[in-house]
């Protein structure tokens, strides 16, 4: 079994500049994620391309054997630094873990 991690966040700010910075912010420090958080199968982050109405403006895309290895990946030091910096410019946050 594999462990999917799929999560999507709006950008707090309203500012079209800040929100591009913001968002390549997010992408890049989850992204540096791979090889220092060893429960990390495969991960990919992306910001939104399209400026189409209602769209989010950057998701991860993340793989886990199991629920264990997205638990040690969540309270792992790296990831919580991540999340600081997440939590200080994002506004919504949506989440979806499926197996596949």
């Known amino acids: 079994m594999t462990l999917r991690h ?4 709006k950008m707090a ?5 800040e929100r591009a910075e913001h968002a390549a912010g997010v992408a ?9 958080v060893p429960s990390i199968r495969s991960l990919s982050t992306g910001v939104n391309a399209l400026a189409i109405d209602g769209n ?4 991860l895309v993340a ?3 199991d629920e264990d ?8 030091p790296a ?6 910096y997440v939590r200080a ?3 919504s946050r949506s989440a979806v873990d499926f197996t596949i």
Not at 13 to 17: F, K, Y
Not at 56 to 59: G, L, N, Q
């Open 6 to 9: 799929v999560v999507t966040w």
């Open 13 to 17: 700010t309203e500012d079209p500049a």
């Open 28 to 36: 890049s420090r989850l992204q540096a994620l791979v090889g220092v």
């Open 56 to 59: 989010w403006d950057v998701t």
């Open 63 to 65: 793989d886990f054997d």
């Open 69 to 76: 290895g997205l638990q040690a990946y969540q309270v792992h």
């Open 79 to 84: 990831h919580q630094e991540v999340i600081a």
């Open 89 to 91: 410019v994002t506004g």
